[in-house]
């Protein structure tokens, strides 16, 4: 399966700045997701990446806000903007094996604290 | 649309317990399952899976799912509970294709007392 490499692992940032995740894949993959874990809570969905087109977002997330790049098929980056407290959580990334070993690996994730 | 349901924010058992911890799916097509667990500061790592084939799927760390359609079950057992198995657990679901998303329950958090 594929190996996950996300950076920073954690950070804190003031409020109205914004911070830039990593993510990068040993082997191509066809999409990329990305999640954030609020504090105590599970994992939501943002987006996901694909390659050569604009992200697709779910429900409650926007473009501004999470802007994502998507520039090759080993390579993603989720943009946190104008941050605020409320943005605190740990965000991953994640890809999707092809079948027939059908599964998903996660990155180690990014713990942000937004003061 | 698909959906998960764990049952139990918090379970806890004693050491050397059944485990058990519940999770039932909505789907309007055939669900891939999977149960992934969380310990402190850490990440997420699969326990095991269901794709298709035997509806028993033995994970790592002697846990067990088993997939019921009739009953749109994936609940996740351990015979004898260790004390390192104090984490989060997540049951999720997904779909036929390399295109699709993992969606998420709400998880359980899992207390072994000595």
């Known amino acids: ?115 | 649309a698909q959906s998960v349901t764990q049952l139990g924010s918090h379970v806890s058992v004693s050491e050397g317990a059944l485990v058990l911890l519940r999770c039932n799916y909505s789907s309007s097509v055939p669900p891939y399952l999977f149960w992934y667990v969380q310990y402190p500061n850490q990440g997420l790592q699969l326990l095991l899976k269901y794709t298709t084939g035997a509806t028993l799927v033995k994970g790592i760390n002697g846990f067990e799912a088993e997939f019921k359609k009739s009953e749109t079950s994936f609940h996740l057992t351990k015979p004898s509970a260790h004390m390192s198995d104090a984490a989060e657990y997540f049951c999720a679901v997904s779909f036929y294709s390399s295109a699709s998303k993992i969606i998420f329950g709400s998880g359980t958090r899992l207390s072994i007392r000595p």
């Open chain 1, 1 to 115: 399966s594929a190996v996950i490499s996300q950076k920073p692992s954690r950070d804190i940032c003031q409020r109205g700045t914004s911070l830039t995740i990593q993510c990068q894949v040993d082997s191509q993959v066809t999409m990329m997701f990305w999640y954030r874990q609020q504090p105590g809570q599970s994992l939501t969905l943002i987006a996901t990446a694909n390659q050569g087109s604009e992200a697709t977002y779910e429900s409650g997330f926007v473009i501004d806000k999470f802007p994502i790049s998507r520039p090759n098929l080993t390579f993603s980056t989720l943009t946190v903007s104008n941050m605020s407290p409320e943005d605190s959580s740990i965000y991953l990334c994640s890809v999707a094996h092809s079948p027939p070993n059908y599964g998903y690996t996660f990155g180690s994730g990014t713990r942000l604290t937004v003061v």
